[in-house]
């Protein structure tokens, strides 16, 4: 498994981070491992992969 040494802050309404937090927990997860899914969950749909060159266009939705 690979060791985590990079820290992301983030500032969110009071009110995304209640739905963050009862999101994680209705599957059983922290909130740092839910975020993290989710990001890895929308970067395979979007076909975003680690490497890539930043200035590529979005995908359309």
Not at 20 to 39: K, P
């Amino acid at each position: 498994m690979e060791r985590k040494t990079e820290t992301l802050n983030l500032r969110v309404s009071p009110e995304l981070k209640e739905l963050v937090r009862v999101a994680a927990a209705r599957e059983h997860r922290t909130i740092a491992n839910f975020v993290e899914v989710l990001v890895r969950e929308h970067c395979v749909r979007m076909g975003i992969g680690i490497g890539q060159e930043l200035t590529k266009q979005p995908l359309s939705r």
